[in-house]
DNA sequence: TTGTAGGCGTTATCAC
DNA sequence: GTGATAACGCCTACAA
């Protein structure tokens, strides 16, 4: 029941604990034998070693905070999952908070972490990154910070952040090749730089096919299925359908697609779709969905490692690394009267 | 930078650290003026406590250990997070590990919990839970365990479950009274007590709507789409498609209306489906799919609070909670022919 | 009511 | 090579 220290196993061999400790941990002053002897009386005796007092002797807490924006998502409830358990298998413990995409909760959830004493932070902000200064700020302190996913690539911070231009050039450009020749884009919320980045891919792929400006269209969004919904329903009431859409996720262009079929519309036959940040729902429905699919493993792995290569090796060199996806093609954006095969 | 400590207020005030520490923690033994001073100017000097060095002191990791069969799906990805927050509002951390379906995993990720110090453990068991000694053995010693979910309601432990019989038998009546004949189920594994308790649901419906034995059926399956494609398939393959179908979760049920969509069959016209364990996505598909909702926050939040109670008041008493959830019906299982309203 | 001292389990710095 | 000993920050008898 109890847990045996290296005291007990120090009083056993009649040594120190100073040699207990330096066998397990593998410190070079120490003789052969003696270490041999202990590490396996150690193992013996069921030994395990107290992380707590560890931590405190080191003066570190082994915790890492991260804080996203929302945990309702299959997206960042993934990236949670993956990077609780990469830490964990890297001695670290993860505390989660979310923001709910509230500017003023994710201040006080990263006051509250670093209160806690957490050895750094994994942070995925709100639209428009409000707490910018208070991060630069920690961050000249030295205090450890990865920024992930919400981020521009210039942001001056260490950060992982995924290609959002390249793929929405991409997933544009096949709905243009699709032979589609009105297509809208619902973009989520304008502040946000995921938002931005995506907007530009979209527009760059309309001007480098030379898509007249009557041709394409911006939509603002939210990011749920509800907000696609009203999206369609406002261009349904103002007539002004085209004839494929590309969205800022999956939730929106679900949404939108179930509204224009409560209204007759076939997709996509009458309607074409292109979602982003794929889902598990992608392949469920019906058609299934063409998607960008985002690396949340790699995602979360990656901003575990740069985090703990700052917390471990101390260096303050800012990285970026930016993570590329796969475009999904699958019915929804297959154009059944365009003669390509 | 860096962080102040009770002693630092102590030297501040020319008290004793004791003195600090009996201020901080409300003890009764000490004058009402020193103890305000006391926090007063810890407040001032922005003092924080560690919590490591307290968890040392307390000889207490503040850490749960949670082992569940799967993080991919909505469910446990949910309830994992709604644990999270409710234990780190409770001042403990939240380690979590996945069995992966597997016993030996399962143990072996119990153990290094228990390994790492745990206060205790939130466990959802594998299929058949093939490591009850174990736990037995464990609780013996009287170590905190709750179960949760993946446990019968006689399993000897403190535990939270749903109430599986009671809802799939909802689930199948309303599938009975919507005048559909024959009934199948997709059961999910065998061996599961889940399954076994929505078997035991399902076919009590029957009985009491003395459906004859040629007018139904349960299929086993897994819990993913593809069983649900598989096993319509082989029905498909057999000539053998009732008008409706009970499934074990949304998945199944999903993947079931893709193969049969593919095959020309229109649901709920030729065939109906409900669900169970809602996801998102029942409402986002087209029919909108029935479903049997289950509270994860409740979930979570009762199984931690459990825990807790044991960790903190040293009960043995055992407590099982049985939750409820809702039926929610939609188009899926909504019969055009039947004469009801 | 307050202070002293020892302990929680480790690591690390000294001597020897 | 090895063993005392202090320190990490906090709690708690016990003594004053």
Redesign the interface.
């Known amino acids: 029941?109890k847990?045996v220290t290296i005291k007990d196993v120090a009083k056993k061999l009649n040594v120190s604990i100073s040699s207990v400790s330096r066998a397990l941990n593998n410190k070079p002053d120490i003789k052969k034998e003696t270490r041999e002897l202990i590490l396996k009386t150690a193992e013996d005796m069921g030994y395990?070693p107290?992380?707590?007092?560890k931590?405190?002797s080191e003066r570190k807490?082994y915790?890492i905070g991260a804080v996203v924006p929302e945990?309702m998502s299959?997206y960042f409830?993934?990236v949670?999952?993956a990077l609780?358990d990469f830490l964990?298998s890297n001695g670290y413990?993860l505390?989660?908070?979310h923001s709910d995409e509230n500017p003023e909760l994710e201040l006080k959830n990263v006051k509250t972490l670093i209160?806690?004493?957490v050895d750094g932070l994994i942070i995925a902000p709100v639209v428009g990154n409000m707490n910018k200064s208070f991060y630069l700020e920690k961050q000249k302190?030295d205090f450890p910070i990865v920024f992930m996913s919400r981020v521009s690539s210039s942001y001056p911070a260490s950060k992982v952040i995924f290609n959002n231009t390249k793929w929405s050039f991409f997933a544009t450009e096949h709905l243009i090749r699709q032979n589609y020749k009105k297509i809208y884009h619902l973009s989520g919320y304008k502040g946000m730089s995921v938002t931005k980045e995506r907007v530009y891919g979209f527009e760059k792929a309309l001007k480098k096919h030379k898509i007249p400006k009557e041709r394409y269209k911006i939509i603002e969004t939210g990011l749920n299925?509800e907000e696609g919904m009203e999206a369609i329903e406002d261009l349904i009431f103002n007539h002004d359908l085209p004839d494929a859409f590309f969205c800022v996720n999956d939730?929106v262009a679900?949404?939108a697609i179930?509204k224009l079929?409560e209204n007759g519309y076939k997709v996509p036959e009458d309607v074409a779709f292109i979602g982003f940040t794929e889902t598990?729902?992608a392949?469920?429905?019906?058609p299934q969905l063409s998607s960008v699919k985002q690396p949340t493993y790699k995602m979360a792995e990656t901003a575990g490692k740069l985090l703990l290569e700052i917390i471990n090796d101390n260096t303050t060199e800012v990285k970026t690394v930016v993570l590329n996806g796969e475009l999904n093609i699958r019915n929804s954006s297959i154009n059944p009267k365009s003669n390509i095969l």
Chains 1, 2 share one sequence.
């Open positions: 029941m847990h395990t107290n992380p707590i007092a931590h405190l807490s915790i945990l299959e409830s993934q949670v999952i609780q964990s413990q505390i989660v908070m209160r806690n004493m302190q299925a939730m679900l949404g179930k079929k598990l729902m392949e469920l429905v019906t």
